[in-house]
């Protein structure tokens, strides 16, 4: 069984941060940190086109091709794109395949306080279309091969979540699980928790 590292229940649902790889998780979505161009050829995105299977790798390599021909990049930065899970459908309903800030870009690493937000919000706006979506499984965004500084990162990822959780209107989700692997952002996590519990929406439930 996954390592739970924290829970916070909010007015709307839950969030949760675990242990392990999210294709021994299961829930409506899976959220993939994407490349712009989405290749699935870098970091944990890889390893998720890999368990999902080469029909996922050509049909993102379709929707490349036919963006090309408006000279328009595939996926934006901050935008998604949603596929279906094909190998991994024992598991998921959806892939969404998410374009976080690359902090090894220089100009995405200055406008990252902006972009992270920005791809989170996206993500809520395509996630309230999806009426068979209640659970989320993904990554902590950006904080992968595209190096958001973990403590920052933590930090702006419990409030976005939470705050989405807790907030006036109903998100149309009840569940959102954060699946880590890295120790170093699971313990910039727990110390931004500490740190920050009795500022953050919710109660604790970890327990």
Known sequence: ?????????????????????????????????????????????????AKAGAELTQVTRNIC?????????????????????????QNYKHIIHVVGPDCRRPNQDEARRELLPQTYENLFETLKDMKDVTSIVSPPLSMGIFAYPHREGARLTLEILLGKLDG???????????????????????????????????????S
């Open 168 to 206: 006036e209107e109903d998100p149309g989700f009840t569940e959102f699980t954060i699946v880590v692997k890295e120790k170093n952002f699971i313990s910039n996590m727990r110390t931004v928790y500490r740190e920050t519990e009795d500022q953050l929406p919710g109660f604790d439930s970890t």
């Open 1 to 49: 069984m996954a390592e739970l590292y924290m829970a916070r229940t909010c007015k709307w649902g839950i969030l949760r941060v675990v242990g392990g790889d999210v294709w021994n998780h299961s829930g409506d979505a899976l959220i993939t940190p994407a490349n712009n161009r989405l290749s699935g050829r870098e970091g944990l995105d890889a390893l998720i086109h």
């Open 65 to 89: 091709l036919e963006m090309r021909k408006i000279n328009a990049p595939p996926c934006a930065v901050t935008h998604n794109v949603i596929t279906e899970p094909y190998d991994l459908a």
